[in-house]
């Protein structure tokens, strides 16, 4: 499948800034499943961009905006070419051995609740079809929170809640792998689908399989990624592999506008 890809993004202050550094975690990498066709990011200002990368090895771009500067819109299209391959990852850039990602982080601490939800519906086990079980579950249990997700939420605290952002469900079935001894990690990226309401990037989870390698699960679906599914960024939770992180000089409030829009190229 061609996905086309239109993520925009609006800065507004309340009052002009001296200086905005940030970077993006914007740009797919080709794949064994996905081939980037065409990418670019601009933004609606003089500013210096830079591509590198992270330590997890995702694609980044620095950007570097010298003030004053009162807003600033990041955007970024580009068409990538994707295939099904039942949710098996092959030929991803792989910086660290997969235990690394059985460490937890601020927003996937341990936690009691998860763990007895990962022991009984997994049997205690970390197989493929177990956690295919874990993502099937947390997708039966929460309806689905199309909205912003809260920031700084833990996995822990969002377990006790009736409703899940894709965010969300993703970080408790990472709390939920590595309670059974599973490596798992967070991606971002951009999914197709039906829903007019979706605003905001995708996040899923990938999980290690001894003998199998990485897979993902999608709990937000209760299924593994798939040809609509565009990977952009992996890291131990979504503050690592958010698509824009950053700082600014300057006392001010700030808003934010995101539309995205995916869907297939003809």
Not at 45 to 56: E, L
Not at 72 to 85: D, L, M, N, Y
Not at 159 to 182: C, E, K, N, P, S
Not at 241 to 262: F, N, Q, S, Y
């Amino acid at each position: 499948m061609r996905l086309a890809i239109d993520h925009r993004t609006l800065y507004r202050f309340s009052a002009p800034q001296r200086r905005l550094v940030q970077m993006l975690r914007m740009t797919p990498q080709n794949h064994h499943d996905q081939t980037v066709a065409s990418w670019r990011i601009d933004v609606d200002c003089d500013a210096t961009m830079r591509d590198a990368h992270d330590g997890f090895g995702n694609a980044t771009t620095m950007l570097y905006v010298a003030g004053p500067i009162d807003a600033i819109e990041i955007s970024v299209t580009g068409e990538v070419v994707t295939s099904h391959s039942s949710g098996e990852l092959h030929g991803t850039n792989e910086v660290f051995p997969a235990a690394l990602f059985l460490r937890a982080t601020a927003a996937t601490r341990a936690d009691p609740a998860i763990a007895r939800f990962a022991e009984d519906t997994a049997g205690g086990r970390a197989t493929t079809e177990a956690l295919h079980r874990i993502a099937q579950s947390l997708h039966d249990r929460f309806a689905p929170d199309t909205s912003r997700p809260k920031p700084g939420l833990a996995a822990g605290d969002a377990f006790a809640y009736d409703t899940g952002t894709a965010r969300d469900l993703a970080q408790i079935f990472l709390v939920a792998a590595r309670h059974l001894g599973a490596p798992a990690r967070y991606v971002s990226g951009y999914r197709l689908s039906d829903d007019a309401g979706l605003s905001t990037p995708h996040g899923w989870a990938e999980a290690f399989v001894a003998g199998v390698g990485w897979l993902g699960f999608d709990p937000s679906v209760g299924r593994s990624p798939d040809d609509n599914y565009v990977r952009v960024a992996v890291a131990l939770d979504s503050t690592g592999a958010a698509a824009v992180a950053g700082a600014r000089l300057g006392e001010a409030d700030e808003v934010i506008e995101v539309d995205i829009g995916v869907s297939e190229s003809q």
